[in-house]
């Protein structure tokens, strides 16, 4: 056993028999290879990915070349969720040479950690093209030993590139921007059009397969019809959400969406499950079903949202990182069907079997690798009839009798925070009081997530710091949990974030860096300002310090929120879906409303509730001290729009046409 045995990542754990002389992260590790004049072999991934489980198997379980690791490197394995700073630093050196990446990502390094080769998977044998794993490392022992020169040559060539990628946001702050921001309606008429020239007009998404989902891009189409009332931004968002709702990238049994589809419809899913992709969809479903009133919407944000809570919850009251592809060794084993295995599941009702196989589309045949990936066609109702509903929970039963897959139990505070916001704001617009007092207990979670020393943490229970993912999206928890139950603590725990966030993290200059002023140096200190997978920690911090700012009336943290908005002013006027989840906050920064409900009036806080008004905030329950509670009589709503108030709303009816005003068509704002 390896040193990775005690380790909090359970996919370091995963390789702790590994005979593979494994190190975590860490100076033991650069130490050695100092002392030993070794180059590091930095080998990144994480629990529920499937080429890094085949990598593993092929080559880390092999004997032969653990030998040759030992013999000529320092092995060190990090889990890129724990540790996405030190994965965004090689993912950007092994982009700039390659022209691509992806995990498991193989980087290659000097003994004080600068890059001079990296690739990602790399097979047991020359095959497609690939080289061998073992004669990469030969290969590579020899130039260490033989051709130092040009090794240090490409090592300083790759940092320069990776310090270039990531460096974009500092060059933005050097060239400075007078101008700041374009208009609002500017940037979302920018940023709409450029999706509408990726956009599958059959199956929805924004691009070619593989299609990953990208949430903020359907939530962008939503802004601008709410903005414009252009039904073709809208039917970009219904055709998307509808087609990947039948697709089998969903979940038909127990909620909840894959990693992406390997096709163009959406059928074929790669089938891990994160935590991140549950909550933005869910996100983007909830304000679908708000806009639109569909209840197909609102059952696949509840379906999600469950799915979440039933399958990927701690222990600790927290909740997993993920769920991983394979199942019993295969991939997908545990979520297709035949034809015969829903005979079997359904034996006690056959009067069901007709309705499930028609419902699902199982056939003989089937879709996928002889089997059948469950799915709705295209444009179907997903509304299931009793029937199809049964056949469901019996199905959903049967799969669970089989191989489980593995559970990544980290419990990581940015994801955590994301999921507990999401959660807060759906029971806010449902009144679901389960999905109400889990968003309030993942949340008390996350805030008490902290070290010795005080400063939160980034996994429960882990040693490495928070990053300011991890500040944005626990600030963005703390106010969606104050506008849920109405309790001032949120609001007071918000403004402990805030400072935090923008004493560790903020640059004089504009933006947040990803790691903290007494973190650990790094070759390369990023700030993340392009989206990913997930919104960009300066995009999510942006949004969460100005709706922070509309509830406290806190000025500090609505200049600090400005200045990245005027650091990404170039790339919003010129490429908004880069930053696309930026755009939410130059709304916010341009037409804030602000809705009070002060006294006792349920059916006040319900008009406002039920619809969504993206750049809005809501206060109501305990007063604080905030300036948005001044003069505010007890008995009536008070909404300001664009730094305006409207005369108190009595009645429901007065309140709903003030918030008609106020989410009226803006194009030209």
Avoid at 233 to 248: H, I, K, N, P
Avoid at 511 to 522: A, C, I, K, N, V
Avoid at 601 to 607: E, G, H, S, W
Wanted: charge should be negative; glycine fraction near 8%.
């Amino acid at each position: 056993m390896n040193r990775l045995a005690n380790e909090t990542s359970p996919y370091l754990r995963q390789h702790a028999d590994n005979p593979v002389d494994w190190y975590p992260w860490g100076d033991e590790a650069f130490e050695r290879a100092r002392a030993e004049d070794k180059p590091l072999f930095v080998s990144i991934g994480y629990a529920s990915c499937h080429w890094c489980h085949v990598m593993a198997h092929e080559s880390f379980e092999d004997p032969a070349t653990a030998e040759d690791l030992a013999r000529w490197f320092v092995s060190v394995k990090v889990d890129r969720e724990e540790r996405p700073d030190v994965d965004a630093v090689y993912m950007a050196a092994v982009v700039a040479m390659s022209g691509s990446g992806g995990w498991p990502m193989s980087v290659f390094c000097t003994p004080d950690g600068r890059p001079f080769f990296g690739g990602t998977y790399f097979p047991p044998a020359d095959r497609h093209g690939m080289p061998a794993f073992r004669r990469v490392l030969a290969a590579l022992a020899e130039a260490w030993e033989g051709r130092r020169g040009e090794v240090e040559a490409q090592a300083g060539a790759l940092l320069a590139a990776a310090a270039a990628e990531l460096g974009l946001a500092d060059r933005l702050a050097a060239e400075g921007s007078e101008a700041g921001p374009p208009p609002y309606a500017q940037v979302l008429e920018r940023a709409v059009g450029e999706l509408a020239g990726r956009f599958d007009p059959t199956w929805g998404g924004f691009g070619p397969a593989p299609k990953f989902p990208r949430p903020t891009y359907v939530e962008l189409c939503l802004r601008h019809h709410l903005a414009t009332g252009d039904p073709d931004s809208l039917a970009m968002a219904t055709t998307t959400l509808d087609a990947m709702a039948a697709g089998g990238i969903y979940d038909h049994l127990a909620g909840g969406f894959a990693r992406y589809s390997t096709d163009r419809s959406w059928l074929v899913p790669h089938f891990e499950k994160m935590l991140t992709d549950q909550a933005l969809l869910a996100r983007a479903y909830l304000h679908a079903w708000q806009v639109t009133g569909r209840d197909d919407y609102r059952q696949v944000m509840a379906e999600t949202l469950d799915y979440v809570l039933d399958d990927l919850s701690s222990p600790t009251g927290g909740l997993c990182s993920s769920e991983d592809a394979d199942a019993g060794g295969v991939e997908g084993g545990h979520a297709t069907f035949t034809p015969d295995q829903v005979r079997r599941a359904l034996a006690a009702h056959p009067d069901l079997l007709d309705a499930a196989l028609s419902w699902y589309g199982v056939t003989e045949g089937g879709n996928w690798e002889g089997t059948t990936v469950l799915h709705r066609p295209l444009g179907g109702p997903l509304a299931r009839p009793a029937p199809v509903e049964a056949a469901r929970r019996l199905l959903l039963a049967e799969r669970r009798r089989r191989p489980r897959p593995a559970r990544d139990d980290k419990v990581i505070t940015e994801w955590n925070a994301m999921a507990a916001a999401v959660l807060a704001e759906a029971a806010a617009a449902t009144g679901e009081a389960r999905w109400a007092a889990r968003a309030e207990e993942v949340g008390e979670r996350c805030f008490g997530a902290r070290l010795a020393d005080g400063r939160w943490a980034r996994t429960l229970g882990g040693a490495q710091p928070a990053f300011a993912a991890d500040h944005a999206w626990l600030l963005e928890c703390c106010t969606r949990l104050a506008e849920l139950t109405g309790r001032a603590v949120w609001s007071e725990r918000a403004l402990e974030v805030a400072d935090g966030l923008c004493d560790q993290f903020l640059d004089p200059a504009g933006g947040f860096y990803t790691t903290g002023r007494d973190g650990e140096r790094l070759v390369v200190r990023t700030k993340e300002l392009l989206d990913g997978a997930t919104p960009s920690a300066n995009a999510v911090a942006a949004v969460a310090l100005l709706r922070l700012a509309a509830l406290c009336g806190t000025d500090r943290h609505r200049l600090a929120a400005e200045r990245v908005l005027d650091l990404a002013a170039p790339l919003l006027a010129d490429h908004p879906t880069a930053v696309a989840d930026l755009v939410a906050a130059v709304g916010l920064s341009a037409s804030p409303t602000e809705v009070v409900v002060a006294g006792d009036r349920a059916d006040l806080l319900a008009a406002v509730r039920r619809r969504w008004l993206p750049d809005a905030v809501v206060a109501w329950g305990e007063p604080t001290g905030s300036p948005l509670w001044e003069g505010r009589a007890p008995g009536a709503a008070y909404v300001c729009h664009r730094f305006a108030c409207r005369a108190p709303a009595a009645d429901p009816g007065t309140l709903e046409a003030q918030l008609d005003t106020v989410s009226a068509r803006t194009t030209g704002e």
